[in-house]
């Protein structure tokens, strides 16, 4: 990531309704959540989730896929790793690789490639 990639990623994640939005995607897990029922749970309008879902998938933190008439999110772990590893690429004397099994630790384990396809 770049510096400019994490600069937006940053200001996504810098609004109360992102941050709620995607920490509760992190507490969803691999079964993620729905539009509705994100809206429902932090008791938001639909037309008000729905900017900010766009916001934070633009920003690399969130995915999403359709089923049928709706669409599912997800916490987008790889990219909390990339934001995480450029703010910490200079941690350990400028070995980031001895922070990696941190980074990993905190992400839910290492890079996968198995995650649901991206519909957004």
């Given at each position: 990531m770049e510096k400019n990639g994490a600069i937006e990623t940053l200001s996504a994640l810098a609004h109360d309704i992102r941050i709620d939005v995607f920490r509760l995607l992190i507490r969803a897990g691999a079964e993620g959540?729905?539009?509705g029922q994100i809206a429902k749970t932090l008791e938001i309008?639909?037309?008000?989730?729905?900017?900010?879902?766009?916001?934070?998938?633009?920003?690399?933190?969130?995915?999403s896929i359709r089923e049928g008439r709706s669409i599912?999110?997800?916490?987008?772990?790889?990219?909390?790793?990339?934001?995480?590893?450029?703010?910490?690429?200079?941690?350990?004397?400028?070995?980031a690789d001895l922070c990696r099994p941190l980074l990993d630790q905190i992400t839910c384990g290492p890079l996968t490639s198995q995650s649901p396809a991206r519909d957004k």
């Open positions: 959540a729905s539009a309008r639909p037309n008000t989730l729905s900017n900010n879902l766009n916001i934070l998938s633009a920003a690399g933190m969130i995915r599912r999110y997800f916490a987008n772990m790889d990219g909390m790793r990339d934001l995480l590893s450029f703010l910490m690429e200079d941690c350990c004397g400028g070995r």
